[in-house]
T-cell receptor, first 113, second 112 residues
Framework: DAKTTQPTSMDCAEGRAANLPCNHS???????VYWYRQIHSQGPQYIIHGLKNNETNEMASLIITEDRKSSTLILPHATLRDTAVYYCIVRVPKLTAGNKLTFGGGTRVLVKP | EAQVTQNPRYLITVTGKKLTVTCSQNMNHEYMSWYRQDPGLGLRQIYYSMNVEVTDKGDVPEGYKVSRKEKRNFPLILESPSPNQTSLYFC???????????FGPGTRLTVL
């Protein structure tokens, strides 16, 4: 899995968009970008994933640069419940090792009223 | 509702007393895994299973056992728990090669 770099922490105002960057300059052609989040001591939660096109679902949008070396997760209208650690992971969905996930340090996002 | 359930959610026990943490999923997923999460060490895979009666070691299997007799269940067994197994444990499941993994709510285990 390619290495990712994320800011350690960031604050966001409630109701505003939260833009979470992720650098993955060594990504290879068949690796996807995934985002998960973990609200304090709860189980990690899948948010979104993409290969090269921008993606949107009910939770967030994922913008991947044309060279695929970085991406941004956008939470369009952050709420207090979005306070969590957000993990950017770059990997190929594995048919071995139980589809193991490896989380790096992540970005600790604090949504403030 | 699609979910992964774990029981118990919290457990305090003593060294050497065998325990089992249950995990069940209702999504007919082939893959199931157990992870432990410790401060500063992130999420580490203990064991995984790719289907019924197929299990394999993850990165930190020592001191743990698992079984997969039914597709929906994947219990984690600590035959003789020790204090270094004090941790937050998560069970996860996914489809074969699936993009989305579903995690249980976690089991906080303390071994005294």
């Amino acid at each position: 899995d390619a290495k990712t770099t994320q800011p350690t922490s960031m604050d966001c105002a409630e109701g505003r968009a939260a833009n979470l960057p992720c650098n993955h300059s060594t990504i290879s052609g068949n690796e996807y970008v995934y985002w998960y989040r973990q609200i304090h001591s709860q189980g990690p939660q899948y948010i979104i994933h993409g290969l090269k096109n921008n993606e949107t679902n009910e939770m967030a949008s994922l913008i991947i640069t044309e060279d695929r070396k970085s991406s941004t997760l956008i939470l369009p209208h952050a709420t207090l419940r979005d306070t969590a650690v957000y993990y950017c992971i770059v990997r190929v969905p594995k048919l071995t090792a139980g589809n193991k996930l490896t989380f790096g340090g992540g970005t600790r996002v604090l949504v403030k009223p | 509702e699609a979910q992964v359930t774990q029981n118990p959610r919290y457990l305090i026990t003593v060294t050497g007393k065998k325990l089992t943490v249950t995990c069940s999923q209702n999504m007919n997923h082939e893959y199931m895994s157990w992870y432990r999460q410790d401060p500063g060490l992130g999420l580490r895979q203990i064991y995984y299973s790719m289907n019924v009666e197929v299990t394999d070691k993850g990165d930190v299997p020592e001191g743990y056992k698992v079984s997969r007799k039914e597709k929906r269940n994947f219990p984690l067994i600590l035959e003789s728990p020790s204090p270094n197994q004090t941790s937050l444990y998560f069970c996860a499941s996914s489809k074969l090669g699936g993009n989305e993994q579903f995690f249980g709510p976690g089991t906080r285990l303390t071994v005294l």
